[in-house]
């Protein structure tokens, strides 16, 4: 039989010799397994950052290319809103087709150039050159001939024209051995256009 002084010693042995074993297999085996671990979610964590950054940069030149997408037909717009050139026949067009949509008459149609406007004060002193172009105007002159009320539609045709246009002046005088209601106007009108 073994003395209980040797079964402690051999116990504390034992005891001392797990104790070894752990701190040996914690150094060459959890150790650098938990190093690893502590890289690898500092990679992936470095990674989903720049994956979120990526993404945020993707999501916003998406959100640009929509907002852009429609700058084609705004352009479109703008052109016929401010054509790139006087355009007359275009203008007479357009006041002939609103004149007999609402039955009047035109009579006579007179187009006065008058002098162009610099696009902004620091491009005409010439400190700096603009995007902007200058803007040419036309002064138009119409006699028309119609009732009232077809005078009135006129009007609100030449404001939701797409042509840019301003009334500049208006003169309604009866029309000479006309019977009824029907009137002679005379209008004046600007319009606009880019000079190249």
Request: no cysteine; net charge positive; charged share 20%.
């Amino acid at each position: 039989m073994i003395k209980a002084s040797a079964k402690r010693a051999l116990s504390l042995l034992v005891s001392m010799v797990l104790i070894i074993a752990s701190l040996v297999i914690y150094a060459f085996y959890v150790r650098p397994a938990y190093d690893e671990v502590t890289t690898l979610r500092g990679t992936m964590k470095a990674k989903q950052d720049l994956f979120l950054e990526k993404q945020a940069a993707v999501d916003k030149v998406k959100a640009l290319i929509l907002q852009y997408k429609g700058a084609d037909s705004l352009q479109n717009a703008i052109a016929l809103s401010l054509p790139q050139s006087e355009e007359v026949s275009s203008v007479f067009n357009q006041l002939q087709a609103i004149a007999s949509d609402n039955g009047m008459t035109v009579l006579v149609f007179n187009v006065q150039p008058l002098p162009i406007r610099a696009a902004d004060p620091a491009s005409a002193k010439g400190k700096s050159a603009s995007l902007v172009r200058p803007l040419g105007t036309l002064r138009l002159s119409l006699r028309l001939t119609g009732d009232y009320p077809a005078f009135k539609d006129f009007i609100r045709g030449l404001e939701t024209n797409i042509r840019a246009m301003d009334v500049v002046s208006m003169k309604v005088e009866r029309a000479g051995g006309k019977p009824g209601d029907v009137f002679a106007y005379t209008l004046v009108a600007d319009t606009y256009y880019q000079v190249p």
